[in-house]
Nanobody, 121 residues
Framework: QVQLVESGGGLVQAGGSLRLSCAAS????????MGWYRQAPGKQRELVAS???????NYADSVKGRFTISRDNAKNTVYLQMNSLKPEDTAVYYC???????????????WGQGTQVTVSS
């Protein structure tokens, strides 16, 4: 069993900053890609940023230059530093991780429960 626990969401004014954290725990042999997705009301879930186990980064165009993703492999934790927030960044943010549970199992996709980020204008 694996759990992804997110924290750090909240209400912030436009131009402000928030830092999201997501810690994975449970049966973990290795974690490959970790990432953050978001879903605004009435919209599809979209990728915000991802980071591979080797540190390769990927960002949505809408957040480039404002958001920074990082990870601490020793803590099985991924972070999302969000600066210069805009009202259009308002959404539920979900942590995602591709996790191999044991040396003999495959890799499975896991999601966190989501954390609300609201940016007021």
């Amino acid at each position: 069993q694996v759990q992804l626990v997110e924290s750090g969401g909240g209400l912030v004014q436009a131009g402000g900053s928030l830092r999201l954290s997501c810690a994975a725990s449970g049966s973990i042999f290795s974690i490959y890609v970790m990432g953050w997705y978001r879903q605004a009301p009435g919209k599809q879930r979209e990728l915000v940023a991802s980071i591979s186990s080797s540190g390769r980064l990927n960002y949505a165009d809408s957040v480039k230059g404002r958001f920074t993703i990082s990870r601490d492999n020793a803590k099985n934790t991924v972070y999302l530093q969000m600066n210069s927030l805009k009202p259009e960044d308002t959404a539920v943010y979900y942590c995602n991780a591709a996790i191999r549970h044991t040396i003999v199992t495959g890799t499975y996709n896991h999601w966190g429960q989501g954390t609300q980020v609201t940016v007021s204008s």
